[in-house]
């Protein structure tokens, strides 16, 4: 199943890294290995995250879905559970926390746009259609909307907002490469995330055999079960 490119975070995070102005005399390498870490928990977490999300209040009408949500586990607990602790730990927990509310923000703002996501509700030969998953879909065109929220710079900035005072050393190049580099790998793992088994159902107000054979769904529903986003 696709997830979060651990090798791509783990490159871009050094690289920004390695770009920044620190004092000539800076230990980087420590930090590289936490890159490479963060890289790894990122990932874990995301995994854990996505077997338990569930897609819900979605509308069918024929074929076509409109509207839904996404009803999240916390990513914040999960992130720290396999994110660095002890020295590392201050980081962590701006870096989980920043995470968790990009991610919230842009699944707050998913929608299908009107998507054929059922063709057989078009016209379905019975009074209630019953439940049949939906045609495999992109996760990237329901999460469309609110994607410039997973970006490198809002995420930047939920991380620096979320240190303590006085703020960790080189605290803003930290977020700034773990920003980049999960904006990076969230993005490609959006595009590559398919949509699979979202049970859709509905009634058939039309179907009166035997003059009307078959008829369009018509306000149907979605199961909100977990899962739709975990193959």
């Not at 928990?41 to 069918?60: G, N």
């Not at 076509?64 to 914040?76: Q, S, V, Y």
């Not at 190049?173 to 793992?189: L, R, Y």
Request: with cysteine; glycine share 8%; charged share 15%.
């Amino acid at each position: 199943m696709p997830s979060l490119n651990v090798p791509l975070m783990r490159e871009v995070s050094r690289a920004r890294f390695a770009a920044a102005s620190l004092p000539r005399k800076a230990n980087r390498e420590p930090y590289y290995q936490y890159f490479d870490a963060m890289a790894s928990a990122l990932k874990q977490a995301v995994d854990t995250w996505r077997v338990q999300a569930v897609i819900s209040d979605v509308k069918i009408m024929g074929p076509n879905a409109f509207g839904g949500k996404i009803t999240l586990p916390a990513l914040e607990g999960m992130i720290r559970g396999f994110a660095p602790a002890g020295p590392w730990d201050p980081y962590s927990r701006a870096i989980a926390a920043g995470v968790h509310n990009q991610v919230r923000a842009m699944c707050s703002l998913a929608v299908f746009p009107g998507l054929p996501l059922y063709p057989a509700f078009a016209a379905f030969p019975l009074p209630m259609a019953p439940p049949m998953p939906n045609v495999p879909t992109s996760l990237m065109t329901f999460v469309l909307p609110g994607l410039v929220q997973v970006e490198t710079t809002p995420v930047r900035d939920q991380i620096i907002g979320k240190y303590p005072t006085p703020k960790p050393l080189y605290a803003n190049e930290v977020a700034g490469a773990i920003a980049e580099g999960f904006s990076k790998a969230m993005q490609q793992w959006l595009g590559s995330q398919q949509i699979l088994n979202l049970m859709g159902t509905g009634r058939v107000p039309a179907y009166a055999p035997p003059y009307v054979p078959v008829g369009p769904v018509v306000n149907g529903w979605v199961l909100a079960n977990p899962g739709s986003i975990a193959a």
